[in-house]
């Protein structure tokens, strides 16, 4: 669980990448207290096997003039499950209000599931929100591009579930650890990341 409650012009970048898991839960919470408050959430997540990834965040916003802007991405490969419940509560007096919410997700197997609720909660009429969700699978053209130029379907698969999750770990602004999670993700797609070490809780 996150909790974060924001006074006036302040700024918060949250970043949750999701790489192994067996049955995670992860709950966010962040309160626009101040006005001239923002905030950035984004969140990766990458399950396959028999693996279960939640995400439940909310965003209240409290005051007036304030922004936020929410990117959840997930790849479900094998029979994981993925579910992402994102509310934006606006109050009363929040005028002025900007705020976004995207997710997106890859389900690539028939037997993976993705569930996906974002929710837009208004009682301010000056505000611009938005609010919306994709699921579908990897774009057949694209991998049949790929292999037509000698691209294994292995590798062409890698590649763009690996230019999926890219913009979601590109908005961290820390470089050493952006270089860090891109050398994971690659190594997670590519089957070599299968556990943590000394780990004995994922199957």
Known sequence: NTYIRQTSRSRVRH????????????????TLAGEGAECWIDGAVIADKEQHVDNN??????????QSHQLYKYVLD????GAFAGRILVRKDAQKTFSEETNQNIVATKT????????????????????GSTVGQLNDKALFYMQQRGIPLKEARLLL???FITEVV??????????????????????????????????
């Open 57 to 66: 965040t909310l965003i209240d916003h409290a005051v007036p003039g304030c």
């Open 78 to 81: 094998g029979s994981s499950v």
């Open 112 to 131: 993976a599931r993705m569930y996906t609720q974002p929710m837009l909660e208004i009682y301010a009429d000056d505000v611009k929100c938005s609010h």
């Open 170 to 203: 590109d908005s961290i602004p820390l470089e050493p650890l952006r270089n860090r999670l891109h050398y994971l993700i690659e190594k997670r797609f590519r089957g070599e990341l299968s556990k943590c070490e000394g780990c004995k809780l994922c199957r």
């Open 161 to 163: 579930q690996t230019a």
């Open 15 to 30: 970043n949750l990448i999701t790489l192994h898991n067996g049955k995670t839960r992860q709950t966010t919470r962040i």
